[in-house]
């Protein structure tokens, strides 16, 4: 299962590459534990990186997650380095890069809802038996 998934990854960094230009493999490590734990790294020659540790963690008794941390970079067509960090554990994929989007700021709730919120939870419902 841990091989398929590196597997993938190797594929999908193979795949974000720019399609009309080769590149030679300048590192390449992967490195895997008994206990369940693995590393590996990359390195082209064209400017694409990315390095990832993961290991097993008990979640609960009977369920077990596997925990990733990494990073990628490259360049992208403009010239600007992409650099992305990750990790992957039982809570999801959580990216952290200075190129992904950010949500906007919460819009404040108006003044007259708030008013109303309060009042509704200060009278609650009740209906009336004649």
């Known amino acids: 299962m841990k091989s398929a998934i590196i597997a993938l990854c190797f594929i ?76 992957a554990d039982e809570n999801g994929y959580q990216p952290q890069g200075a190129h992904l989007p950010t949500p906007p700021a919460p819009v404040p709730i108006p003044d007259y809802i708030a008013r109303a919120i309060a009042y509704i939870a200060a009278h609650p419902y009740s209906e009336k038996k004649n």
Not at 14 to 34: F, G, I, K, M
Not at 71 to 83: M, T, W
């Open 12 to 87: 999908a960094c193979a795949s974000a590459a720019v399609v009309d230009q080769a590149a030679t493999v300048l590192r390449s490590t992967y490195e895997q534990n008994p206990e369940g734990s693995y590393q590996f790294a990359y390195e082209t020659d064209n400017g694409i990186s990315g390095s990832a540790q993961g290991q097993l963690k008990a979640v609960s008794k009977d369920e077990a997650a596997v925990v990733v941390s990494g990073s990628n970079s490259y360049k992208s067509p403009e010239g600007q380095v992409i650099e992305l960090s990750y990790v």
